[in-house]
């Protein structure tokens, strides 16, 4: 139980269950039957869990040299060699659930999982360490399009909906280590743009993804746009807006990431409020 534990605490359980329940709320929204929904959840979830562990595993020796004892791998809870056998055996279980769902659906999440452990094992630590974010949750609504028994790729304002809110997640989402990161050689995007910049381009993606939504799922007419959607619009502007406000006038601090989040978590809400115009 120990080692199962350990091993829990180095998925980042909280981004892995996040992910995993937007996964099956965009399934519940395009009307997925009860068995392609249970895969599909369970596939995603075994995913997240091969990035996380896959992360801290290569990560390990810097999380020791900056003394981060919240991570279970650098506390040595757990071996390294245990961590690979469970992100390995994570990965394979993810693309096995997904086969049962189609090739469209295989490919679609065989390539969002490259793209985030190639984030893992080193472009996180260069000037394209945003990209594999924008593939990974630009394709992310597909999967539960791709997952019905007619599969179709999500349209395009929901691919460029996902991409603003992997943009926003990275760009906030290592804020709060910048200093540690500069510490052991690692300089992603953010780290090059500084806090205050990216915080400003986080909140700027995630407004730009409502409105995409906003604008895709009515054609343009926004009169046809659900009450639902429009609150959950007005409040990724509203927090986006006082983020962008907040990081332009006064010294970057933690306060921007977590603006950031609640900002993107209610993209991620008015996304799931109009997932029935994905499989249109």
Excluded: C
């Amino acid at each position: 139980m120990r080692i199962v534990r350990a091993l829990w605490g180095s998925t980042h359980p909280g981004p892995t269950l996040v992910v995993t329940v937007l996964a099956l709320t965009l399934g519940i929204a395009v009307g997925l039957e009860l068995w392609r929904l249970t895969l599909l959840a369970l596939a995603v979830f075994a995913g997240q869990v091969s990035i996380g562990i896959s992360n801290d595993a290569l990560d390990a020796a810097r999380d020791r040299a900056v003394g981060r004892t919240d991570k279970p791998l650098a506390r040595g809870d757990v071996s390294l060699r245990a961590a690979w056998g469970a992100a390995s055996v994570a990965l394979l279980v993810a693309l096995a659930l997904s086969a049962p769902l189609g090739w469209r659906m295989l490919a679609a999440h065989a390539l969002f999982l490259g793209s985030a452990w190639a984030y893992n094992a080193g472009l996180k630590s260069s000037a394209l360490s945003i990209v594999p974010f924008i593939v990974s949750f630009g394709i992310f609504p597909s999967l539960a399009t791709l997952s019905a028994p007619d599969p179709v790729f999500a349209p395009g304002w929901a691919w460029i909906a996902g991409a603003a809110l992997g943009s926003a997640v990275h760009l906030t989402n290592v804020l709060p280590d910048l200093d540690d990161d500069a510490r052991t050689g690692v300089r992603g995007l953010p780290h090059r743009l500084g806090a205050r910049v990216s915080a400003v381009l986080a909140a700027s993606a995630v407004l730009a993804g409502g409105i995409a939504v906003l604008l895709g799922t009515s054609g343009g007419d926004l009169a046809t746009v659900s009450i639902v959607s429009w609150l959950f619009f007005a409040g990724v502007a509203v927090v986006a807006g006082w983020t962008i406000v907040r990081a332009l006038v006064r010294p970057p601090a933690r306060v921007l990431f977590r603006l950031v989040m609640v900002a993107a978590l209610l993209l991620a809400a008015q996304l799931v409020a109009s997932g029935a115009a994905l499989a249109e």
